[in-house]
């Protein structure tokens, strides 16, 4: 009796312990979903080059990140791990779900706000790459209830406007300022809609495009056209911006010239 005894406790202990290696699988599988694979090796560099022309424009500092959709998958999204933008290298990006999950941490950290991006790839198909900037020049329109609108040719992708996300309507309350959670991304999502920018009050932007090269040149001209706008402003009341024809027309013809930037922008970041 007690041999039986005791096979029963031994093998009620291996069944308990089996039980307990599944239920630790399930939870490493909910925090490190399975790979895409490897992304194309363009993707990775035109990635890395994206945050250091961000910082060579003045558009990022040692804050902010940048994302791509996976090229394998679209329910996957790259991104550096937690770092200063100007330091990024091809070992530093990572891959994550849109959860915003990372598929293989290896001891690396991730950014906070990484939940921008998970939340927005949710609901834009469209979006294959999105920025999020402390653009210095932008930040008073998120604050002043002035619109930013389109003013010169370049920005013509403002004309569908840039609205005012206010963490604390999301939050329902003060907050840190910080997207660092899956609900706080969906409800600047939201505020983003169909559009190309938004600002985020006492914070500052969320760009998106079809590519990287739009994402960072709509980065780019949107805080020049900020700066621009400021002083329009202060000499008079009267500007002129660009009304709704203009602005279609004008981001229809840059589109086929984004090359010529973002190649001449490659270089000279990588070159450093």
């Given at each position: 009796m007690?041999n039986?005894?005791?096979r029963?406790f031994v093998?009620g202990g291996?069944v308990?312990?089996?039980?307990?290696?599944v239920?630790?699988?399930?939870?490493r599988?909910q925090t490190?979903?399975?790979?895409?694979?490897?992304?194309?090796?363009?993707?990775?560099e035109?990635?890395?080059?994206?945050?250091r022309?961000?910082?060579?424009q003045?558009?990022l500092?040692?804050?902010g990140h940048?994302?791509?959709?996976?090229?394998?998958?679209?329910?996957?999204y790259?991104?550096s791990?937690?770092l200063?933008?100007e330091?990024?290298a091809?070992?530093?990006?990572?891959e994550?779900?849109?959860?915003?999950?990372?598929?293989?941490?290896?001891?690396r950290?991730s950014y906070?706000?990484r939940?921008?991006h998970?939340?927005?790839?949710?609901?834009?198909p469209?979006v294959?790459?999105?920025?999020?900037n402390?653009?210095?020049s932008?930040?008073p329109?998120?604050?002043?209830g002035?619109p930013?609108?389109?003013?010169?040719?370049?920005?013509?992708f403002?004309g569908?406007g840039?609205p005012?996300?206010?963490?604390?309507?999301?939050?329902g309350?003060p907050s840190?300022m910080?997207?660092?959670?899956?609900?706080?991304?969906?409800?600047?999502?939201?505020?983003l809609g169909s559009r190309?920018?938004a600002l985020?009050?006492?914070?500052?932007?969320?760009v998106?495009?079809p590519?990287?090269?739009?994402a960072?040149?709509?980065?780019?001209?949107?805080?020049?056209?900020?700066?621009?706008q400021a002083?329009?402003m202060?000499q008079g009341?009267n500007?002129?911006?660009?009304?709704?024809?203009?602005?279609?027309r004008a981001?229809?013809?840059i589109a086929?010239t984004l090359?010529?930037p973002?190649?001449?922008?490659?270089?000279k970041?990588?070159?450093?």
């Amino acid at each position: 009796m007690a041999n039986v005894t005791r096979r029963r406790f031994v093998t009620g202990g291996a069944v308990g312990l089996a039980v307990i290696a599944v239920d630790l699988a399930r939870a490493r599988g909910q925090t490190s979903p399975p790979s895409a694979g490897p992304p194309d090796a363009k993707l990775v560099e035109d990635l890395v080059a994206a945050n250091r022309i961000l910082v060579d424009q003045n558009v990022l500092d040692g804050y902010g990140h940048v994302s791509a959709r996976h090229d394998r998958d679209s329910n996957r999204y790259l991104m550096s791990r937690a770092l200063a933008p100007e330091l990024v290298a091809a070992p530093d990006i990572m891959e994550y779900d849109l959860d915003s999950n990372p598929v293989d941490a290896r001891g690396r950290s991730s950014y906070l706000e990484r939940f921008i991006h998970g939340e927005i790839y949710k609901v834009r198909p469209d979006v294959r790459a999105i920025v999020h900037n402390h653009s210095p020049s932008v930040i008073p329109f998120g604050v002043t209830g002035v619109p930013l609108r389109p003013l010169y040719h370049m920005s013509a992708f403002l004309g569908e406007g840039a609205p005012v996300f206010d963490i604390r309507q999301a939050a329902g309350g003060p907050s840190d300022m910080l997207v660092r959670d899956p609900a706080l991304g969906r409800a600047l999502a939201q505020t983003l809609g169909s559009r190309t920018a938004a600002l985020m009050r006492g914070h500052g932007a969320v760009v998106v495009g079809p590519s990287l090269p739009h994402a960072v040149f709509r980065s780019v001209y949107l805080e020049m056209n900020a700066k621009l706008q400021a002083q329009a402003m202060a000499q008079g009341v009267n500007v002129t911006y660009l009304d709704p024809e203009e602005a279609r027309r004008a981001e229809a013809s840059i589109a086929g010239t984004l090359g010529r930037p973002w190649e001449l922008w490659k270089r000279k970041a990588l070159a450093k």
